[in-house]
């Protein structure tokens, strides 16, 4: 197997992210791969939409947990139709990776919002009870 050589120096815009997937792998210990996939991904872009996130009040802030179950929607029913036709692997991998993509974007916004959702007096406690 022949050793993957990527220097940081020489990526350029389109490729910045398999860039520095393939650097990371290549030289772990020399990448801070969670840094460098947050460069990568423009994660400065995500500031301001996170900024009004936080500053929603408490009840619209709650409402917001349904946004990643209604984006699985039409991904499901595609799921569902290609094992129905026989791709059930291709179906279960579909399911798969947008559940757990799902499950990355509620921890997020749990983390955003955790504050507000707490202002909730009936979700306060059962919060406290939860990480008891």
């Known amino acids: 197997m022949r050793p993957i050589f990527v220097s940081s120096e020489n990526l350029d815009y389109r490729n910045e992210l398999t860039g520095t ?3 990371a792998l290549a030289d772990p210990d020399r990448v801070s791969l969670e840094g460098s996939l947050q460069h990568s991904c423009g ?3 995500w500031k301001k939409p996170e900024a009004g996130i936080m500053k929603l009040p408490p009840c619209a802030a709650l409402a917001l947990f349904a946004a990643p179950a209604l984006m699985l929607m039409p991904l499901k029913i595609v799921a569902i139709w290609l094992i129905g036709h026989g791709r059930a692997v291709l179906g279960l991998l579909m399911i798969g990776i947008a559940k757990t993509l799902a499950t990355a974007v509620v921890a997020r916004l749990l983390t955003l919002t955790r504050p507000r959702l707490l ?3 009936w979700l ?8 008891q």
């Open 21 to 23: 997937i393939l650097f």
């Open 43 to 45: 994660r400065t872009t």
């Open 119 to 121: 202002e909730l007096s």
């Open 124 to 131: 306060a406690p059962v919060h406290k009870r939860w990480n």
